[in-house]
């Protein structure tokens, strides 16, 4: 054997490797699979193979001549269904720690602000405007909002470095590009949500004292 050649048999990356050899070869070998590939001149030549080769599996059961078969048809649905699977559980868990975590700020500030009304008093007492007062709570808020995001989006972006290397190829060749986005998006609406609500309340908190 003078070359090698890298080459693609599967979207799944399970660290196999896979030896193409001369017939030759084969003369002292026993024969434990043969792997039979078929290339279907359409989609319908292919959906009609497999329902040939579904007939004949319930028709032969035991003595049928091939122990299972994948369709490209199947191997797609196959990768999407692992793909949606991971991204489901994925979103979710990040979802469920997101929506904590704004609402926990959400109770610190409004109850902060509920402390501070005296405080607040004080200062409209001293002369300072109430555009001052609540661009000093809106900043306050943001800052306090900022920081777990900037965090997550940190945490994120290594994450989904090491995982796009080491755990996305074991399930196969899969493009998150549209799942990030449109996730992330999302995330931001609903983070913002809170915190737009929790500027709010704060402020009517402040304004009513």
Known sequence: MNEAEEFTMSNS??????FVVA?????????????????CVSEDAAKEFDTLLDNYQEKSKRECAFAYYVGKQQAYESSVTTKAIIAFLAIYLGIVFMIACAAILAIQQLSEATDNVERYKLLKKLGV???ELNRALFIQILSY???????AVIHSVVGLTVASREVIKVFGDMNVASTILVTS???VFVYGSYFLLTYVGSKSVINKG
């Open 13 to 18: 990356d399970m660290g196999q490797i896979i």
């Open 23 to 39: 017939d030759t070869w084969m003369k002292n070998m026993n024969v434990d699979t043969m792997i039979w590939n078929v290339q």
């Open 129 to 131: 405007e109430h555009r």
């Open 145 to 151: 909002y900022l920081l777990p995001l900037l965090l």
């Open 185 to 187: 998006i999302f995330i």
